[in-house]
């Protein structure tokens, strides 16, 4: 069983920048994506990046431009980076991974998710 813990939210002004963390520990298997989503109170959860097994990544059209999506496979740390931030970017974010093939472009199916890390863009 794989743990992940995310890290490096906060509160920022619109315009600014932050990078998440998401430390993998446990059991990991050697084929597995990994994934960025992100949820507001009332809404379903969205992919926001994700990196498949291949080295492969994806980005959500709203963030393409803004954000990048990295692994450090050595450190079991996946990372978003984030720039230009805007205020319809709050929102929790979350890491997760899933194995044998499956889609970490959407939140269903997704084997390990993280407690979730807050981000707060001001106007």
């Known amino acids: ?3 992940l813990v995310e890290s490096g939210g906060g509160s920022v002004q619109a315009g ?3 990078t998440l963390s998401c430390a993998a520990s ?3 298997r050697t084929s597995y994506c990994m994934g960025w989503f992100r949820q507001t109170p009332g809404k379903e959860r969205e992919g926001v990046a994700a990196i498949d097994s291949d080295g492969r990544i994806t980005y959500a059209d709203s963030v393409k431009g ?3 999506i990295s692994r450090d496979s050595a450190k079991n740390t996946l990372y978003l980076k984030m720039i230009s931030l805007k205020p319809e970017d709050t929102a929790m974010y979350y890491c997760a991974a899933g194995y044998g093939g499956t889609d970490c472009r959407v939140a269903n199916g997704l084997d390990a998710w993280g407690q979730g890390t807050l981000v707060t863009v001001s106007s």
């Open 1 to 3: 069983q794989v743990q």
């Open 16 to 18: 600014g920048s932050l």
């Open 26 to 28: 446990g059991y990991m």
């Open 66 to 68: 803004r954000f990048s």
